[in-house]
C-alpha cells in the first residue's frame, strides 16, 4: 500500500519515517482561511478535523491507482484560544507572553482516504489532544528563540523536538501528537480503512 502525506510538515514526515514508513509528499493547496470563515461556529476539535480532511481530500483529488492519503492540521488550544502559526515575530512573542507558565493542549485533526483506482473507496478521520505545559523563558531568550524563525511556522509557536523543547516542561499524552500527527490514532485510523501499519513499513537494511 502507497502511503501519501498531505502535508509540507518536515516534522511529521520525520515522525512516520522514524516509525518505518517512508510516505510520498504532496502537499495540498487548501485555503485555511477560508475554510475557518465558512465555519466560525465549530468546536476546536472539529476545526483541526475540518482542515485535515480537506488537505487529504485536495490531494487525493491528484492522485491515481491505490494509496492511503494521510491529511493532518494542528493547532494550540491555550487560555480558551484556538492559535495556529503565527507567521510573524511580533504575534509569536504575544503568544509566548499569554501562555508562558500555563498549560496548553494541542490538537491535530486526521484524516485518512483510502484510494482504489484513483477514487476514494473509504474514509476515517478524528483528532487528538496532548497537554503541553509550558515553562517562563526570560525575555533575552524568548528573543534569541523567535530571531530564529522557528517559532513563526509551527502550530502555537513552538516545538517539542526542535529549539522550542527547551521551553517546555513537560506534556500529558501522545508524544507523536505534540508533534504533529499521532501514531496511535493514525494507527486506527488506517486499520479502519483495511490498512496495517505493518504493511507500510519499509525494508530495513
Given amino acids: 500500500m502507497r502511503l501519501v502525506l498531505a502535508s509540507a ?27 475557518l470563515a465558512a465555519h466560525p461556529d465549530a468546536a476546536p476539535a472539529a476545526v483541526v478535523t ?20 494521510v491529511g493532518c492540521d494542528s493547532m494550540l488550544l491555550v487560555g480558551g484560544e484556538l492559535v ?3 507567521h510573524d515575530p511580533e504575534t509569536a512573542r504575544r503568544r ?17 482516504l483510502r484510494l482504489a483506482d484513483g477514487a476514494v473507496a473509504q474514509e476515517a478521520e478524528g483528532h487528538a489532544g496532548t497537554g503541553v ?4 523563558p526570560t525575555d533575552a531568550e524568548l528573543e534569541a528563540y523567535l530571531a530564529t524563525g522557528e517559532p513563526l511556522a509551527v502550530a502555537g509557536a513552538f516545538t517539542l523536538d526542535g529549539l522550542g523543547g527547551w521551553f517546555v516542561e513537560g506534556i500529558d ?19 479502519a480503512v483495511g490498512v496495517s501499519v505493518v504493511d507500510l513499513w519499509a525494508p530495513r537494511g
Fill in 9 to 35: 510538515s518536515p516534522a511529521r514526515l520525520s515522525v512516520l519515517r522514524a516509525a518505518g514508513a517512508d510516505p510520498a509528499v504532496e502537499v495540498s493547496d487548501v485555503d485555511e482561511d477560508a475554510l
Fill in 50 to 69: 475540518l482542515l485535515a480532511a480537506a488537505k487529504a481530500a485536495a490531494v487525493a483529488d491528484r492522485l491515481t491507482g491505490d494509496c492511503a492519503v
Fill in 84 to 86: 495556529g502559526k503565527p
Fill in 96 to 112: 509566548w507572553k499569554a501562555m508562558a507558565g500555563r498549560t496548553g493542549e494541542l490538537l491535530t485533526g486526521h484524516a485518512v
Fill in 133 to 136: 505545559r509550558f515553562a517562563e
Fill in 173 to 191: 499524552g501522545d508524544p507523536s501528537n505534540e508533534i504533529g500527527i499521532s501514531l496511535p490514532l493514525l494507527r486506527r485510523l488506517l486499520g
